[in-house]
C-alpha cells in the first residue's frame, strides 16, 4: 500500500448556474461498471457517440491523435492545458462546435482537476515523463499526478472507464526510476479502478516524436553516430497512429475492462540496425559509427545532461543509461493481449518512419555549399518522386511555376522534386550518379508514396 497524505475531504466545484455544491467522493467497486452508456457510434462529428472525454496530457505526442479520433466520431472531449494552451490551441477545430474544450490546469491545485473531471464519464490518462524537469521529478509525473486524476475521478461517481498509458517495461522492482514509477502508477489506478485498461506502449516514433527526429538531428550536426554498450539493445517500436487507435478501439471494447494490454511494433530492432537505418535514409553514409561502453562515462555524460534547462531532444540521462540495460521487448506467452486483440494492425518503421525523416534530408547545407560550390544541395528535394523534364537545359522560357530564370543556368524551384545526382550549376555529384530507382530496391516499404 502508498502512503498519501493529500487525500482531501469531499470538494467543491462550480455549477453551471454558479452555485457552489458539495458532492462526496464515492468508492469504486470491484465489479466492472457498466458501458451502457457509451453508444456504439456509427456516425461522425456532428453525431453523438455519448462519450464525455478529458484526456490528460493532449499536447503529448499520442493526445493530438486520440483527441481526433474522439472528437471526429461525435464526442465530447475536454482538454486540460498548462502554461498559455498553445500546444493545444488547434484541438479546437478537431470537433463539431463546442464539442472540443480547452480547459486550464494545473495539477499542484486541486480544484482544477476536478473541474477538469465533473462532467466525464471517460478518462484518458497521457501523462507521462521520463526525464527530471525544473518543475516535476519523473516521480511527480508518473505517480503523484496520476494519483490526483483517478482520485479525481472516483470522487465524481460519473466515470466509467479509465484507460491510463504505462510504458512498456514497468516494473516495480526496476532500476529505473522511469520503470518503477509507471508501475507504481499502475497500482494507484487499479485501487480506484480495478476496470480500468491498461496500455504498455513499447517505444514510440510519430512526426514530432523524441526519438527519430533526435537521431535525424545527430546523423545530420554530427560527424559521428554514437551508439552505448554496443547497440544491442532491443525494441519493437510503434507508430504513434497505431497506439491511438488502440487506445479508442478498447473504449468501445467492454472486454478491455481490467485488462492490460502489450503495445508493439511488427519488427524487432537492435539499436544499432536503427541508427544505421536513420543514416541511410538521410543520406549521411559518411556519418562514423562511434560506441560508447563505459558504465561511469556514460552516468557523467547523464549527469552533465542533466543539468541542462531544457529536456526537449536531449540525448542521455541518468536514468536513460539504467533503461538502456534492460531490452524493451513484449513478454512472451498465450496469455499476453497485444493490440492484435484490439484490431488494430500495426505498420512497420520502414514504412511510415520514411515520412517522418524525409525533411531531414539534406539539412546539412553548409557541409555541401562548401565542399561542392554550389548554392543549394540537391538533398533538400525529395527522393522519392521524380520530374525529368526539370533536367533540361534552361531554353529562356519561365520556369513550371512562371519564376524568372536568368541565363543559361538551371535554377531549381526549391519545392520540385528530382533526384539524379545533377547539381544545380549543371555538374554531377563527384562520386557519380544517385540512382534513386536502386536505393528504392534496397529500401523497401514506401507503400506511403503511392499516396502522395
Not at 466545484?13 to 465489479?31: A, H, K
Request: glycine share 8%.
Amino acid at each position: 500500500m502508498y502512503n498519501y497524505t493529500s487525500l482531501s475531504p469531499p470538494f467543491s466545484r462550480l455549477l453551471p448556474i454558479g452555485i457552489i455544491s458539495q458532492q462526496r467522493r464515492t468508492i469504486v467497486t470491484d465489479e466492472l461498471i457498466s458501458t451502457e452508456t457509451l453508444g456504439r457510434w456509427t456516425g461522425g462529428r456532428e453525431s453523438v457517440s455519448g462519450i464525455v472525454a478529458t484526456v490528460f496530457g493532449p499536447a503529448g505526442l499520442v493526445g493530438h491523435h486520440v483527441v481526433s479520433r474522439l472528437a471526429r466520431i461525435g464526442s465530447h472531449v475536454i482538454v486540460p492545458y498548462r502554461d498559455d494552451g498553445w500546444k493545444v490551441k488547434e484541438q479546437k477545430c478537431l470537433g463539431a462546435l463546442g464539442k472540443v474544450n480547452l480547459v486550464p490546469l494545473e495539477m499542484s491545485d486541486e480544484a482544477t482537476v476536478h473541474r477538469a473531471l465533473a462532467k466525464s464519464n471517460v478518462v484518458i490518462n497521457l501523462i507521462g515523463s521520463d526525464i527530471d524537469t525544473r518543475n516535476y521529478s519523473i516521480r511527480d509525473t508518473n505517480v503523484n499526478c496520476t494519483y490526483r486524476i483517478a482520485k479525481a475521478a472516483a470522487a465524481t461517481g460519473n466515470v466509467e472507464r479509465f484507460i491510463h498509458v504505462s510504458a512498456e517495461g514497468a516494473d516495480l522492482n526496476a532500476e529505473s526510476a522511469f520503470y518503477s514509477s509507471k508501475a507504481e502508477g499502475e497500482d494507484i489506478v487499479r485501487q480506484f479502478f480495478p476496470n480500468a485498461t491498461i496500455m504498455r506502449p513499447n517505444t514510440i516514433f510519430g512526426f514530432y516524436d523524441r526519438y527519430l527526429n533526435r537521431l535525424a538531428h545527430l546523423c545530420n550536426y554530427l560527424p559521428i553516430m554514437p551508439t552505448f554498450r554496443g547497440g544491442t539493445q532491443k525494441a519493437r517500436p510503434i507508430w504513434v497512429n497505431d497506439v491511438a487507435q488502440s487506445i479508442i478501439n478498447s473504449l468501445y471494447d467492454y472486454r478491455s475492462q481490467g485488462k492490460t494490454y502489450h503495445l508493439f511494433g511488427p519488427h524487432e530492432y537492435t539499436q544499432k540496425e536503427i541508427n544505421q537505418w536513420v543514416i541511410a535514409t538521410c543520406l549521411q553514409e559518411g556519418n562514423i559509427e562511434f560506441d560508447v561502453s563505459s558504465e561511469k562515462l556514460l552516468h557523467f555524460y547523464g549527469w552533465l545532461l542533466d543539468l541542462l534547462p531544457t529536456h526537449g531532444y536531449r540525448l542521455l540521462s541518468k536514468d536513460l543509461v539504467k533503461r538502456m540495460k534492460v531490452d524493451c521487448l513484449p513478454p512472451g506467452g498465450p496469455d499476453v493481449l497485444t493490440q492484435e486483440d484490439l484490431g488494430v494492425e500495426t505498420s512497420s518503421l520502414e514504412d511510415k518512419g520514411r515520412a517522418i525523416l524525409e525533411k531531414h534530408i539534406g539539412e546539412r547545407q553548409g557541409t555541401y555549399q562548401e565542399q561542392y560550390g554550389v548554392e543549394r544541395s540537391r538533398l533538400e528535394r525529395n527522393p522519392w518522386l521524380v520530374h525529368p523534364n526539370m533536367d533540361s537545359t534552361y531554353s529562356g522560357e519561365p520556369g513550371p511555376f512562371g519564376e524568372a530564370t536568368g541565363g543559361s543556368r538551371n535554377l531549381w524551384y526549391e519545392n520540385y522534386n528530382h533526384y539524379d545526382g545533377l547539381m544545380p550549376d549543371g555538374k554531377r555529384l563527384p562520386n557519380g550518379t544517385f540512382d534513386w530507382k536502386e536505393w528504392q530496391k534496397k529500401n523497401p516499404g514506401m507503400e506511403y508514396e503511392k499516396r502522395l
